[in-house]
Nanobody, 117 residues
Framework: VQLMESGGGLVQPGGSLRVSCAAS????????MSWYRQAPGKERELVAG????????VYADSVKGRFTISRDNAKNTVSLQMNSLKPEDTAVYYC???????????WGQGTQVTVSS
C-alpha cells in the first residue's frame, strides 16, 4: 500500500502548480482523499478533501477559490490544482487516504512546494 505524491517544485507568486497523488495497493474510490500541508515550524493542516462516494469537497479558508481537488478513479489518483499561489503556500504537501467504512488511514511521503520570486 502506497501513496506517492508528485508535481511539487518552485513557482513564482501568482503562478500555478498541480500536485498529484498516485495510489497503489488500494483503490481511491473507497477512500476519502485529502491534501495536507506543513510549513517549517508549523503544524500540519488540512488544505482540501474530497469524499467518496459523491465527491463533495472541502477547502481551508486560506485556499478557497484558488485550489481545486479532484479524483480520477480510473487512474487511481487524486490531484490538487493550485492557482494564484502565494509565498505563504510554501510547504510540504501530503496526500492522505482514509477508508470510508473502516477508518484505515495512509499518508504519502510529501512533495515540496515553494512559492518564491
Amino acid at each position: 500500500v502506497q501513496l506517492m505524491e508528485s508535481g511539487g517544485g518552485l513557482v513564482q507568486p501568482g503562478g500555478s502548480l498541480r500536485v498529484s497523488c498516485a495510489a497503489s495497493g488500494f483503490t481511491v474510490s473507497s477512500y476519502a482523499m485529502s491534501w495536507y500541508r506543513q510549513a517549517p515550524g508549523k503544524e500540519r493542516e488540512l488544505v482540501a478533501g474530497i469524499s467518496s462516494p459523491g465527491g463533495s469537497t472541502v477547502y481551508a479558508d486560506s485556499v478557497k477559490g484558488r485550489f481545486t481537488i479532484s479524483r480520477d478513479n480510473a487512474k487511481n489518483t487524486v490531484s490538487l490544482q493550485m492557482n494564484s499561489l502565494k509565498p505563504e503556500d510554501t510547504a510540504v504537501y501530503y496526500c492522505r487516504a482514509v477508508h470510508v467504512l473502516y477508518g484505515i488511514a495512509y499518508w504519502g511521503q510529501g512533495t515540496q512546494v515553494t512559492v518564491s520570486s
